[in-house]
């Protein structure tokens, strides 16, 4: 299985540019043969905070504690009878979210850190 990785300098509150921008990057990827597309964490809004209204990430940084609550569970999803695991940016920094994802029979350990 491909996973592909596509990283870009997004525009700043410009959800509607940023999200064509990484179809266009998922389309590429799948005709190349990628099943899985990522992206830096928070290239939908460029990093602004103030447009999100959802966000699973369980250990927040700095200013992210003024906006958001941690998220309460780990990301999952199976794909091909693959089983992923998601972790976001500050999470890489707690082992625990790694061997949560060990434990649960994950193959892929997906990282997006900005």
Same mark, same amino acid.
């Given at each position: 299985?491909?996973?592909?990785?596509?990283?870009?300098?997004?525009?700043?509150?410009?959800?509607?540019?940023?999200?064509?921008?990484?179809?266009?990057?998922?389309r590429k990827?799948?005709?190349?043969?990628?099943?899985?597309?990522?992206?830096?964490?928070?290239a =939908?809004? *460029?990093?602004?905070?103030? $447009?999100? /209204?959802?966000? @699973?990430?369980?250990?927040?940084?700095?200013? %992210? !504690?003024?906006?958001?609550?941690?998220?309460t569970?780990?990301?999952?999803?199976? =794909?091909? *009878?693959?089983?992923?695991? $998601?972790a /976001?940016?500050? @999470?890489n920094?707690?082992?625990?979210?790694? %061997? !949560?994802?060990?434990?649960?029979?994950?193959?892929?350990?997906l990282?997006?850190? =900005?």
């Open positions: 299985m491909l996973v592909a990785a596509a990283q870009f300098t997004s525009e700043p509150g410009s959800v509607d540019a940023n999200a064509r921008r990484m179809a266009a990057y998922v990827a799948a005709g190349r043969g990628a099943r899985v597309t990522v992206f830096a964490e928070l =939908l809004t *460029g990093y602004e905070l103030e $447009l999100l /209204t959802r966000y @699973d990430k369980q250990h927040l940084y700095e200013q %992210e !504690r003024e906006v958001f609550a941690p998220g569970g780990d990301g999952r999803f199976e =794909l091909d *009878g693959v089983r992923f695991a $998601l /976001t940016c500050f @999470d920094h707690f082992p625990e979210v790694a %061997e !949560r994802a060990a434990d649960d029979k994950c193959l892929v350990y990282a997006s850190s =900005l």
